[in-house]
């Protein structure tokens, strides 16, 4: 508590990402500091689990007091602390866990876990605090592509979800296979602006009627059997236009689904989260259609849709007042449901 504001912790280090924020009121953010370690891996093509344990090993103490010291908060003025539990990599996880605890014990104040892709939801309420469940949200990041129906701060109903490959992994394997390297999902939006969305028809995967399930992993060999075959035919592969086509073809699905859920669940608006988010096709293809029907779409600012601490401070204020604390044997989940997995994140009583 610092001059009457309730100030909230989040700490997030389940990826290449370490994390920390500083939260007051669940309304205002007092920080966000974000260590990225995006450089270190794009050498190896893509995140070595080993190699970010340490790095968030060696970086978090730093985070954190670059957090408070941003905030301009001490450690004993702090009310809660939140911290990813899951899913994500394991030993990533753990660095954050521990430090987290560590922390909570020795200054004796509340610790609660947090479900990463919860967070990732709640980033909405950072800029449209107005916003409150029951609302229905679209998922879109590296390792999840969920339809997810949030019928309060910490319950959810997954609508569907990928089968295969989550939309940010397609996007990252396009973006090898064309040469572009690591973090592919920007790469491969920037580039798509240069080319023709309708220069090749890759496969829109649309699986069952009315399923709200996805699958890109179709699209994704298609674009890749496309290059095999153009190259063995001697011709010259337009990079642009083989991303451009990839990504109409991926938003073609993305808004259909998203009109498809918004039918089913009759919500008037439409929230969308994680780092996919930030795509530009997306953000745009998804309003008009949104506008179309007079329904709102909610989008965080692009720092809020990829990791951040700040989420997952919003994600355990609003737990902590709905009286969601851990206990210091909290654990880490790297499969972690956030339909059915949330409650053994709480302190048994
Ligand atoms: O949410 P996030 O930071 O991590 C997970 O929780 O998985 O999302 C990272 C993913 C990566 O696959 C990255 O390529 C993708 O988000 N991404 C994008 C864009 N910016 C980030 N994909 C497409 N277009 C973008 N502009
Ligand atoms: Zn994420």
């Known amino acids: 508590m610092k001059n009457g504001m309730h100030l ?3 700490i997030e280090s389940s990826c ?4 920390i924020a500083v939260l007051a009121d669940g309304r205002q953010l007092l920080s966000n500091v974000i260590s990225s370690q995006i450089e270190i891996h794009t ?12 790095h968030h090993l060696n970086n978090i103490p730093f985070v954190f007091q670059q957090a408070l010291d941003e905030a301009g908060v001490t450690l004993e003025e702090i009310d809660e602390i939140g911290v990813t539990a899951g899913p994500g990599l394991a030993g990533a996880l753990l660095m954050g866990t521990a430090f987290a605890k560590a922390v909570a014990m020795a200054a004796q104040k509340p610790l609660i876990g947090v479900h990463h892709i919860q967070g990732h939801i709640m980033a909405n309420l950072l800029e449209h605090p107005d916003l409150k469940p029951p609302f229905l949200a ?4 590296g390792g999840h592509t969920h339809l997810v129906e949030v019928k309060g ?3 959810f109903k997954i609508l569907g979800c ?3 490959d989550a939309i940010g992994e397609a996007y990252d394997k396009v973006a090898r296979v064309i040469g572009l390297g690591y973090p592919g999902g920007p790469k491969v939006d920037r580039l798509a602006k240069e080319g023709d969305p309708h220069a090749i028809e890759f496969k829109r995967v649309y699986l069952e009627k009315d399923s709200l399930d996805f699958s890109f992993s179709g699209t994704k060999t298609g674009v890749i059997n496309y290059i095999h075959n153009e190259e063995q035919k001697g011709h010259t592969v337009s990079r642009a236009d083989v991303a451009a086509s990839f990504q109409q073809a991926v938003v073609d699905v993305v808004v259909d689904k998203a009109m498809m859920a918004l039918d089913r669940t009759g919500y008037g608006g439409l929230a969308i989260a994680g780092g ?6 997306i953000r745009s293809r998804l309003q008009q259609a949104c506008d179309r029907r007079g329904v709102t779409l909610w989008i965080p600012s692009p720092i809020f849709c990829t990791d951040n601490g700040a989420m997952i401070a919003m994600a355990a204020y609003h737990k902590a007042r709905e009286g969601h604390f851990a206990g210091l044997d909290l654990d880490v989940y790297p499969g972690l449901n956030m339909e059915t997995g949330l409650a053994g994140l709480d302190r048994a009583e």
Not at 138 to 141: A, E, G, H, R, T
């Open 16 to 19: 290449d990402e370490t994390a």
């Open 153 to 155: 701060y910490n319950e």
């Open 8 to 10: 909230t912790m989040g």
């Open 276 to 281: 996919v988010a930030c795509n530009s096709s």
């Open 162 to 164: 990928t089968r295969d």
């Open 138 to 141: 679209f998922v879109l990041s």
């Open 43 to 54: 050498a190896y093509g893509g995140v070595v689990p080993e190699i970010a344990s340490r």
